[in-house]
Structure formats: structure tokens, C-alpha cells
């Protein structure tokens, strides 16, 4: 079975700044997606990016990008720039090419401050 | 807005009983997906319907059952309600049922069981 796991619980940073979020996880396959979506207060599930395990180069969307190392089974997020609507719950999930069972870690609550 | 709607927002019900959550999936996906978020468990997936077929099944208990019918639309009935069944439930759709399909998310249904 996968497991991901998210070793910061909370985490905070000053608007402007730069933040990165920590993702491990554990797996047996070599076909597999990575995601990170974020839970704002409205608690609506937003995806924020997407990283496909076969491709070398890293994602990014605007002001977030991954640092994904397939070797140490690690997929962090990056956020440049941090806004005051980053404030959210963010979440790592696995899917298996093998199956369609999205798999969350536990979340990282991230606050932006003024 | 994912485009993907769940109904209802909010529902408060009472030990016992029986609820039926809906899901109407984006414009031209054919595969859903429910999810559990509670405190204690975090997020979990329940089930995946692939237009009208049952495709993969994760912690969904006995007293849950799903379907979804040919306008693709989704519902997830809830029986026997337990304290602990109070959670938020999520809905997400793809367009196919392949692991490589981005899960988006409708805004989830908040259950409160008294």
C-alpha cells in the first residue's frame, strides 16, 4: 500500500516571501502521478499541480513549482511569492498508475501573514 | 468553481438514519470518485464509478453503497448513520477512469450525525 507523508503540520510565512512544503511518500511502482491540492477555509478541494513520475522536468504553475526527486521519493511544493489567499490546508496525494485510488497525506496548514 | 456540484451544502440527521448525497460531475466526464474527510482519518477514498460500472473500491463501508446512473450523475447513500459518519464527503470527476486523469473536486457535502 502508499503512503504519503507530510512532516509539517503547520507552517506560516510573511507575504512576499517564499515557502516550501514537504512531501515524502512510499511506494513499489514506477508509473505513478503526484498531486498537490489545497483546502482554503471554504474547504473546496483546489488542485494546484500535477507531476507525472516518468517526466525528469518539474512542474510549475505560475508561482508554484515542485521539486519532485523520484530516487529519494520526494515531491515538494514551492510557493514564490506568497499571497494572503495562500492561506490554506495543502495536500500531497499519490495515485498508482496501477489503480485510481488518489491517496492525501495528512495536510500541511500553511498561513500567510501580512 | 471545478464545475463538478454536490447537494446538498449541509445536512443534519440523526443516529439511525439514511442519506443520499448527489453529485453531477463536469460536462463530459465519465468517472467518479467519493471521498471521506474526517478529523480522526483524514482523506480517504470511498469509490469510483466509470459511466454507470463500479471501477475500484477503498474504505467504504458496508452500510454505504453508491451508483451512478446513465446521465452520470452520482449519489452516495449513507445508512444506519453513526456518530463517527460525520464528515465532509467529496465528490470528484475525471474524464476517464485511467490513473492519469486529473480528479477534480466539487465543493463536498458537510454531514452532521446527532
Known amino acids: 500500500a502508499q503512503t504519503v507523508t507530510q512532516s509539517q503540520p503547520e507552517m506560516s510565512v510573511q507575504e512576499a516571501e517564499t515557502v516550501t512544503l514537504s512531501c515524502t511518500y512510499d511506494?513499489?511502482?514506477?508509473?505513478?502521478?503526484l498531486f498537490w491540492y489545497k483546502q482554503p477555509p471554504s474547504r473546496q478541494m483546489i488542485l494546484v499541480i500535477r507531476q507525472e513520475a516518468y517526466k525528469q522536468q518539474n512542474a510549475t504553475e505560475n508561482r508554484f513549482s515542485v521539486n519532485f526527486q523520484k530516487a529519494a521519493k520526494s515531491f515538494s511544493l514551492k510557493i514564490s511569492d506568497s499571497q494572503l489567499g495562500d492561506t490554506a490546508m495543502y495536500f500531497c496525494a499519490f495515485l498508482p498508475g496501477s489503480n485510481y485510488k488518489l491517496t492525501f497525506g495528512k495536510g500541511t496548514l500553511l498561513t500567510v501573514n501580512p | 468553481d471545478s464545475g463538478v456540484t454536490q447537494t446538498p451544502k449541509h445536512l443534519i440527521t440523526a443516529t439511525g438514519q439514511r442519506v443520499t448525497l448527489r453529485c453531477s460531475p463536469r460536462?463530459?466526464?465519465?468517472?467518479v470518485y467519493w471521498y471521506q474527510q474526517s478529523l480522526d482519518q483524514g482523506l480517504q477514498f470511498l469509490i469510483q464509478?466509470?459511466?454507470?460500472?463500479?471501477?475500484a473500491k477503498g474504505n467504504i463501508l458496508e452500510r454505504f453503497s453508491a451508483q451512478q446512473f446513465p446521465d452520470l450523475h452520482s449519489e452516495l447513500n449513507l445508512s444506519s448513520l453513526e456518530l463517527g459518519d460525520s464528515a465532509l464527503y467529496f465528490c470528484?470527476?475525471?474524464?476517464?477512469?485511467?490513473?492519469?486523469?486529473?480528479?477534480?473536486f466539487g465543493p463536498g457535502t458537510r454531514l452532521l450525525v446527532l
Open positions: 470528484a470527476s475525471s474524464v476517464v477512469a485511467g490513473a492519469q486523469e486529473t480528479q477534480y
Open positions: 464509478y466509470y459511466n454507470g460500472e463500479e471501477r
Open positions: 460536462s463530459g466526464d465519465l468517472s
Open positions: 511506494t513499489s511502482e514506477n508509473n505513478y502521478y
